[in-house]
């Protein structure tokens, strides 16, 4: 079964506006990981976040982990159109053969 | 870099015939992944390599897929026979390979979009 389920599945917001996204995975992890996919293209690295951090931030991206409830946050701030996409939490494992799964994304669409 | 490059990014073709996907993964990179993406099953992950080496093919869904690295700058995926159900956009990341602890980042190609009529 897939590590990482995100949700909402989809999410449509105000440019302007903070967009949440959030994922849950089902076994502990080394580190999670989210990536951005523009329609029809490949995914983008945004952000990583080690097991022992709890906080990140990269730019308008905010990054939060919670081991204790395996779930992670993606907040996106003062959201722009650009920012149109799907978003996907990727999460390796501490077992087993060192491989990230994909979680199912959040469509996210910023309007103008 | 120009990146990871796939090769073609369309191909349209029948049941029962043979179908080749192509990656070049960045240059350096120690990992590479090949994935597939379709509405019902999101991103799976069918198989990655090591410098070279298979590592982890229990994604591969059947026999009739099979992929290869004969070198450190080339991998291929191959369908045969496809079959309608394959229909998928294909995807090939490499990474430099940090490990579990560090984490790697995957650089994502554009992927081959597959259609089997």
């Known amino acids: 079964s897939q590590q990482g389920e995100e949700d909402p599945q989809a999410l449509s917001i105000q440019e302007g506006e903070n967009a949440t996204m959030n994922c849950s995975y089902k076994?502990?992890?080394?580190?999670l990981q989210w990536y951005r996919q523009n329609s029809g293209r490949g995914l983008v690295h945004l952000i990583l976040?080690?097991?022992?951090?709890r906080e990140k931030h990269s730019g308008r991206l905010r990054v939060t982990l919670d081991t204790s409830k395996k779930s992670s946050s993606l907040l996106i701030t003062a959201s722009r159109a650009a920012d149109t996409a799907s978003y996907f939490c990727a999460t390796a494992s501490t077992s087993g053969t060192y491989k990230y799964i994909f979680g199912t994304g959040t469509r996210l669409k910023v309007l103008a | 870099d120009a990146g990871v490059i796939q090769s073609p990014r369309h191909e349209v073709t029948e049941m029962g015939q043979e179908v080749t996907l192509r990656c070049k993964p960045i240059s350096g990179h120690d990992y590479l992944f090949w994935y597939r993406q379709t509405m019902m099953r999101g991103l799976e992950l069918l198989i990655y390599f090591n410098n070279n080496v298979p590592i982890d093919d229990s994604g591969m869904p059947e026999d009739r897929f099979s992929a290869k690295m004969p070198n450190a700058s080339f991998s291929t995926l191959k369908i045969q026979p496809s079959e309608p159900r394959d229909s998928a956009v294909y995807f090939c990341?490499?990474?430099?390979?940090?490990?579990?602890?560090?984490?790697?980042?995957?650089?994502f190609g554009p992927g081959t979009r597959l259609t089997v009529l």
């Open positions: 976040i080690r097991s022992n951090e």
């Open positions: 076994t502990s992890i080394n580190n």
């Open positions: 990341a490499s990474s430099l390979g940090g490990g579990r602890t560090t984490g790697d980042t995957q650089y």
